[in-house]
Nanobody, 120 residues
């Protein structure tokens, strides 16, 4: 099984930066896609960024140019570098990974979430 452990969340002032880390353990070689989603109070969870083992990336429009996702294959860790943070970035950020099995079998794994608060 796969376990994801997140770190790096906290309180930061607008315009500041945070780097979230997510360490995966277990059957990590099968995590073809890893990414970050977030959920703010009263809002639906939304995909923030993702990356494949081949290096393809996706970013939510509102974070493009500010956030960078990266993945360390050797350490099975995915990062989210967040710069120029805005109050609207405040949310619980969840790390996730996706593995593909037989046929259409897909399994998603989620971290416990880490709180990011952007406030002065």
């Amino acid at each position: 099984q796969v376990q994801l452990v997140e770190s790096g969340g906290g309180l930061v002032q607008p315009g500041g930066s945070l780097r979230l880390s997510c360490a995966a353990s277990g059957t990590t070689f099968s995590l073809y896609v890893m990414g970050w989603s977030r959920q703010a109070p009263g809002k639906e969870r939304e995909l923030v960024a993702s990356t494949t083992s081949g290096g393809n990336t996706y970013y939510l429009d509102s974070v493009k140019g500010r956030f960078t996702i990266s993945r360390d294959g050797a350490e099975h860790t995915v990062f989210l570098q967040m710069n120029s943070l805005k109050p609207e970035d405040t949310a619980v950020y969840y790390c996730w990974g996706r593995r593909y099995g037989l046929g259409t079998d897909v399994s998603d794994y989620w971290g416990q979430g880490t709180q990011v608060t952007v406030s002065s």
